[in-house]
């Protein structure tokens, strides 16, 4: 919100030198492709399992 105030008001000159002076990186973090395959096998578990719960769940939110 800071920085669309600033480059609203011409208090900054864009939405690069925004980033630029108040974005810092301190780390990058890069894929892992065996934590994407174990993750891609987990959803693939939740979407088969996902519809058989799905009256469960709808019940569930109706309880106080």
């Given at each position: 919100?800071?920085?669309?105030?600033?480059?609203?008001?011409?208090?900054?000159?864009?939405?690069?030198?925004?980033?630029?002076?108040?974005?810092?990186?301190?780390?990058?973090?890069?894929?892992?492709?065996?934590?994407?395959?174990?993750?891609?096998?987990?959803?693939?578990?939740?979407?088969?399992?996902?519809?058989?719960?799905?009256?469960?769940?709808a019940?569930?939110?109706?309880?106080?």
């Amino acid at each position: 919100a800071a920085m669309l105030a600033g480059v609203a008001t011409g208090v900054l000159d864009s939405f690069a030198d925004a980033v630029s002076r108040f974005v810092k990186r301190d780390r990058v973090f890069e894929p892992d492709s065996t934590r994407h395959a174990m993750y891609r096998e987990r959803l693939a578990v939740y979407k088969s399992l996902f519809p058989l719960m799905h009256d469960t769940l709808a019940g569930l939110e109706k309880m106080p």
